[in-house]
Nanobody, 122 residues
Framework: QLQLVESGGTLVQPGGSLKLSCKGSEVTFGFYAIGWFRQAPGKERERVSCTSSSGYSTDYTDSVKGRFTISRDNTKNTVYLQMNSLKPDDTAVYYC???????????????WGQGTQVTVSS
């Protein structure tokens, strides 16, 4: 069973940058599309970004386009989320999740990490 572990969340000032990591436990990690999701207090979870299993295809929600970049290194079983120009509205618990089908754009992941807290505040 694939296990995912997120890291990199912390407190950052508005306008700052942060890079999150999601590391998978198995060599099959490279067969999964990986998505980043977030959930803020009192809000529904939303999908932030998704990368296909190869990394060639990526997708972003409108509110982070131009600010966030998803990437992956399958040799390290790791997916990254580079977040720039952070805003207080980006404050949330960020989760990564694995979807076995690229075509679903991470809409039905089978495996989830435990989450990492990102707080954007001065």
């Amino acid at each position: 069973q694939l296990q995912l572990v997120e890291s990199g969340g912390t407190l950052v000032q508005p306008g700052g940058s942060l890079k999150l990591s999601c590391k998978g436990s198995e060599v099959t990690f490279g067969f999964y599309a990986i998505g980043w999701f977030r959930q803020a207090p009192g809000k529904e979870r939303e999908r932030v970004s998704c990368t296909s299993s190869s990394g060639y295809s990526t997708d972003y929600t409108d509110s982070v386009k131009g600010r966030f970049t998803i990437s992956r290194d399958n040799t390290k079983n790791t997916v990254y989320l580079q977040m720039n120009s952070l805003k207080p509205d980006d404050t949330a618990v960020y989760y990564c999740a694995a979807d076995p089908l690229d075509d679903r754009l991470c809409s039905e992941p089978d495996y989830w990490g435990q989450g990492t807290q990102v707080t954007v505040s001065s």
